[in-house]
């Protein structure tokens, strides 16, 4: 809202301007597994994380919040994984809404105890490739 009311936009593109120019020899995605960082080493649940980003949205009016930080995403939802050389984090993005939380990330990388962890927080997983589109009709 307060972009609107500034005259500022987000334009979400089809397909990614750096793919575009990168297209014949980008290598693959990395396809590790993530994991679940204990809480008892994280300091806090991350239901308890996402309740205190919630109320800091509350305070500033915000309806949303896109955590694109690969490791803001990790702290957040206390994840680990190996997707970037000797830094413990996995490719994906978060949306935190006032009554929801989104994952984007490759499910292939999600095992079964960290998909029900993520459940039990009420965290709703979606494809990578989704959040783009997803993060544009917010």
Same mark, same amino acid.
């Given at each position: 809202?307060?972009? $609107? ?19 014949? #020899? ?6 590790? @597994?993530?994991r679940l960082h204990p809480e008892h080493v994280a300091g806090r649940s991350a239901s308890e994380k996402l309740a205190l980003v919630r109320t800091a949205m509350a305070a500033e009016g915000a309806d ?18 190996? $997707?970037?050389?000797?830094? @413990? ?9 006032? #009554? ?12 079964? $105890? ?5 459940? %039990? ?5 979606? @494809? ?7 993060? %544009?009709?917010?």
């Amino acid at each position: 809202r307060r972009l $609107d009311a500034a005259g500022v936009g987000l334009r979400c593109f089809e397909e990614s301007l750096v793919d575009m120019v990168w297209a014949g #020899d980008r290598p693959p995605r990395p396809g590790a @597994p993530a994991r679940l960082h204990p809480e008892h080493v994280a300091g806090r649940s991350a239901s308890e994380k996402l309740a205190l980003v919630r109320t800091a949205m509350a305070a500033e009016g915000a309806d949303a919040l896109v955590v694109a930080a690969l490791d803001e995403v990790a702290y957040l939802l206390n994840l680990r994984g190996a $997707d970037v050389h000797c830094t @413990p984090v996995v490719l994906a993005y978060a949306v935190v809404q006032t #009554d929801s939380a989104t994952l984007f990330v490759d499910g292939a990388k999600l095992p079964e $105890d960290v998909r029900a962890a993520l459940a %039990a927080t009420g965290v709703v997983v979606e @494809p990578y490739a989704a959040a783009a589109r997803r993060i %544009a009709d917010l």
